[in-house]
């Protein structure tokens, strides 16, 4: 509760010093977020408890959480138009890595 009544006041203090604006910073935020309360959502409610060992749960919620974390991170990012951001600038590294692997060796 106290970390969440400090989040106003957080961006207002990151905006004033990075100088940005809170709604730049809010809408920054919306989509992790967004991806984040969908990952636990998802977590908490398959079923993985049941699945074995508690090693073998681990690697499926790790699993899981990143599939879905991406997947709706992407989907939003997809859904707004593809602004510029986080999504933009890993897009244009793996075109940039791809490029790398695929070059004809001499």
């Given at each position: 509760i106290v970390s969440a009544s400090m989040v106003p006041l957080m961006l207002h203090l990151t905006a004033r010093a990075g100088e940005v604006s809170v709604s730049q910073l809010v809408s920054a935020l919306l989509r992790p977020l967004a991806a984040a309360i969908v990952m636990a959502i998802a977590l908490h409610t398959l079923p993985l408890?049941?699945?074995?060992?508690?090693?073998?749960?681990?690697?499926?919620?790790?699993?899981?959480?990143?599939?879905?974390?991406?997947?709706?991170?992407?989907?939003?990012?997809?859904?707004?138009?593809?602004?510029?951001?986080?999504?933009?600038?890993?897009l244009e590294q793996l075109k940039r890595l791809r490029g790398r692997n695929t070059a004809p060796s001499q």
């Open positions: 408890q049941s699945i074995g060992p508690l090693l073998l749960i681990l690697i499926a919620k790790v699993v899981v959480g990143a599939v879905v974390y991406l997947l709706v991170l992407i989907t939003l990012w997809l859904a707004q138009g593809r602004p510029p951001g986080f999504e933009t600038t890993a």
